[in-house]
């Protein structure tokens, strides 16, 4: 079973009770963004964030986003000879050490408006292998809470994708979103509907049909999953230029599929099924279907069948949701 660190332990475990009484508000929560990953550990009681082992011209990092003026306190801690520990605030150095064996205690007063990234960086530059922590992170000052469909970078891995994705309420979006280029067309569609809003960017999140509302290109959340009787085929014609395809309108009761729905994505919520007779066994094995782009609301596809000897064939709509 895959791990996923970013999203279950670092946000909760990172902050001591005794922080939060000090400054009067807890941590925003932490993210990780790199192959080697840090991991929350117990040590006597206390709570320290690890990096895996760093070899040779390797790194890890963890960030923290916080918006406006504020104090940054935590402990950090690299080890072995050669080896780095280093904080950013978007991207200007505010501490560094080097082959350091103990904790040092740190206080950093971040300063200006708008957004800070807090970054850890720990990397080993020479062949000594090593490791670097931190702990005890506390910030006095607002925090900006994780985007729910949080951004990624142009080509992000599969496994950035599956982290973004998890905690999704519609296990769908797993299956279906399967690479970078399909998240970031999902988030693009998250944008277009939320806006910057948090609240609503929860809701996509929270929402149990968000692969079939970003499938179908909505502007807003499906709510429910169409019962039967809510898809229907309102046209039906023979293809103008292909002999024995057929011209298809496929229209949703109370839900409008907008004009940027890919093919690719339709293919995987609608089939076309055929057989030789109206209450034969239908299949979608039996016909081909080609996708075009929706207009008013409503699906739009060609569909043939496969065997093009047949001289009657029946053809019905399926959904799956």
């Known amino acids: 079973m895959k791990t996923h660190y970013k999203r279950i332990v670092i946000t909760s475990l990172l902050v001591l009770s005794f922080a939060v009484n000090v400054f009067g508000s807890p941590l925003g929560p932490l993210e990780d963004y790199c192959l080697n990953r840090f991991q929350v550990q117990s040590d006597s009681g206390s709570v320290t964030c690890y990096s895996d082992h760093i070899h040779l011209g390797g790194g890890s990092k963890v960030y923290l986003t916080v918006e406006g003026a504020g104090e940054l306190r935590f402990r950090g801690n690299g080890y072995e000879d050669w080896f780095w520990c280093r904080c950013d605030d978007s991207s200007s150095v505010v501490w560094t050490c080097k082959s350091h064996y103990g904790y040092v205690d740190v206080v950093v007063n971040i300063s200006g408006a708008g957004i800070h990234t807090i970054v850890w960086n720990t990397y080993s530059s020479w062949a000594s292998s090593g490791w670097g922590d931190i702990a005890n992170v506390r910030w006095k000052g607002n925090t900006i809470p994780l985007d729910p469909v949080p951004g990624l970078s142009d080509n992000p891995t599969i496994e950035q994708v599956q982290d973004a994705l998890y905690g999704s309420k519609d296990s769908s979006l797993g299956t279906h979103i399967t690479d970078g280029n399909k998240y970031n067309c999902y988030r693009q569609w998250a944008d277009a509907i939320c806006g910057s809003s948090f609240a609503k960017r929860q809701e996509v999140r929270d929402s149990a049909y968000a692969w079939l509302s970003f499938a179908l290109n909505t502007d807003s959340l499906i709510t429910k999953a169409p019962a039967q009787g809510e898809v229907s085929i309102e046209r039906f014609v023979p293809n103008a230029n292909e002999a024995k395809a057929f011209d298809l309108d496929v229209a949703i009761d109370g839900i409008t599929v907008g004009a940027n729905a ?47 000897t047949k001289t009657s064939f029946f053809m019905r709509v399926k959904m799956n949701p």
């Open 262 to 308: 890919t093919a690719a994505n339709l293919a995987e919520v609608f089939a076309i099924e055929g057989s030789t007779t109206p209450n034969g066994t239908y299949s979608s094995d039996d016909v081909e279907i080609t996708f075009g782009t929706p207009s008013n609301g409503k699906v739009k596809c060609t569909a043939r069948a496969k065997d093009a």
